[in-house]
């Protein structure tokens, strides 16, 4: 496999001075990311979660960057909505598994597949939604003092506990004075059937940030595009930038007196993301919705994105948490060598 981070060395990142050094320890129900002695994330495995996510993640001042709910009570968590939405995750909302019979059906009545991006149950417990189990974690690899790799392999179930997918997750850290690049490089495999992504919103790759920085707030984050539009606080739930793509969505306002933000990186060899972004918090790159979706930009088309069996599909996402705001954070000098 190839390694999208083998370039982020010291010797190309002229634009950043080095941090700390880094390591990844691999524990039984999570993997730690630790910028010197200090865990400045958390890589969710355990099998009890519905799909892995990455929580907390703590800006190089030491600011929260994502909301605690419902894994803890975490400073700046005001709200309790949306309890799929985890500080970090990937998933997609309607994965149909081609010539497999579904025995328990999507709660979303529109979904011809099964949804991964919410956590719906029946009155008695049982789940409507898939899960998506992380079943292996390599040994960790160091590439120089402030980056390292950890490859996790997952599998991806129904509600009733049939295989349908098979995924490759490669997670890369590297730490900078101005931010902390979480990379995300996604191979996803079809060994069973042949899979095809539904057209819906609910996708893909997406951060729930700290209530705090919600721009419906007044006192709120503001939000920046790769082309340098702003939404600022206070802004109403269907942002002017929704279902647009762009290279990255930044969130970026003060916490407890600390400036800081948080973006999302949609790498440019994959499908053409549109942003799935809410006033109250929600940040996601979404490469597979269409018209069904409501994207602005899909309207009319109805090609969906498919695996054959047998193959395979690469994404690379990724989540940079910085100090300062968009500009003084660097976040488009992190995007361009994280485009390399």
């Known amino acids: 496999m190839r390694c999208l981070f083998a370039l982020l060395t010291l010797s190309v990142l002229p634009a950043f001075a080095r941090a700390d050094d880094v390591s990844i320890v691999v524990g039984k129900d999570a993997v730690e990311f630790k910028a010197g002695s200090a865990v400045v994330a958390r890589y969710a495995v355990a099998g009890s979660v ?20 419902p894994v803890d009570k ?5 709200t309790t909505d949306h309890i799929h939405q985890k500080s970090v995750w990937f ?42 189990k992380c079943v292996k974690v390599e040994k960790p690899v160091q590439h120089a003092k402030n980056h390292a790799s950890v490859e996790t392999h997952n599998e991806w179930f129904t509600p009733d506990g049939v295989k349908i997918m098979e995924e490759v997750r490669v997670i890369h850290f590297v730490d900078t004075k101005e931010g902390r690049l979480f990379a995300f490089d996604i191979t996803l495999k079809a ?70 933000g948080i973006a999302v990186f949609d790498h440019p060899k994959n499908p ?26 899909q309207k009319g088309k109805t090609d969906l994105m498919k695996i054959a069996k047998g193959g395979e599909m690469k994404l690379r996402y990724a989540v940079y948490a910085h100090d300062g705001d968009a500009k003084t954070g660097k976040v488009a000098e992190a995007f361009a060598e994280f485009k390399k």
């Open 50 to 69: 519905a799909k892995p996510y990455l929580y907390p993640v703590l800006a190089p001042n030491g600011t929260p960057l994502t909301r605690g709910y």
């Open 74 to 78: 975490a400073p700046g968590d005001a």
């Open 91 to 132: 998933c997609h909302g309607d994965v149909i598994p081609e010539g497999i019979e579904l025995k328990v059906k999507s709660a979303n009545k529109a979904d011809k597949g099964v949804d991964f991006w919410s956590e719906t149950k029946d009155k008695d417990g049982s789940p409507r939604h898939g899960k998506i």
């Open 191 to 260: 060994p069973v059937c042949p899979i095809t992504f539904g057209d819906t919103k609910e996708g893909s790759f997406g951060i729930r940030v700290n209530d705090a920085f919600r721009p419906s707030q007044s006192t709120g984050a503001t939000v920046t595009t790769a082309e340098g539009k702003t939404v600022v606080p206070p802004a109403k739930d269907n942002l002017p930038i929704w279902g647009y793509p762009t290279d990255w969505i930044d969130y970026s306002g003060k916490f407890e007196g600390k400036e800081a």
């Open 272 to 297: 053409r993301a549109n942003w799935h972004v809410r006033a109250y918090g929600l940040n996601a790159a979404n490469p597979f919705g269409r018209e069904h979706s409501g994207f602005p930009t």
